[in-house]
């Protein structure tokens, strides 16, 4: 099993910077891919961003790229989300999900933690 929780969401205004936090604990971290995906109120949750098992590859929506930065810390369990430039539009739950393996698909996913929400203000 893989336990997953997300930290660092909260209430911003358009154009501002907010970092998420996910610290994995379970099995071994490096074993697996993570990713973000978000719900927006009323709609579908949609692939966001993930990072391969060693960090050296990652992929992005194309709504979010150029704005946001997927990375991990194997040292520390953690993957991060760097969201900058916000929109009203990423307004949302963020969550936090694992495989071993990369995939954009939230069906695929075998993990995942609780969500975290992100407001943004016009």
């Known amino acids: 099993q893989v336990q997953l929780v997300e930290f660092g969401g909260g209430l911003v205004q358009a154009g501002g910077s907010l970092r998420l936090s996910c610290a994995a604990s379970?099995?071994?971290?490096?074993?697996?891919?993570m990713a973000w995906f978000r719900q927006p109120p009323g709609k579908e949750r949609e692939f966001v961003a993930a990072?391969?098992?060693?960090?050296?590859?990652?992929y992005y929506a194309d709504s979010v790229k150029g704005r946001f930065t997927i990375s991990r810390d194997n040292a520390k369990n953690t993957v991060y989300l760097q969201m900058n430039s916000l929109k009203p539009e990423d307004t949302a739950v963020y969550y936090c999900?694992?495989?071993?393996?990369?995939?954009?698909?939230?069906?695929?996913?075998?993990?995942w933690g609780r969500g975290i929400q992100v407001t943004v203000s016009s």
């Open positions: 990072i391969s098992r060693s960090g050296s590859s990652t």
């Open positions: 379970g099995r071994s971290f490096t074993g697996y891919a």
């Open positions: 999900a694992t495989r071993p393996s990369y995939s954009s698909s939230y069906d695929q996913y075998d993990y």
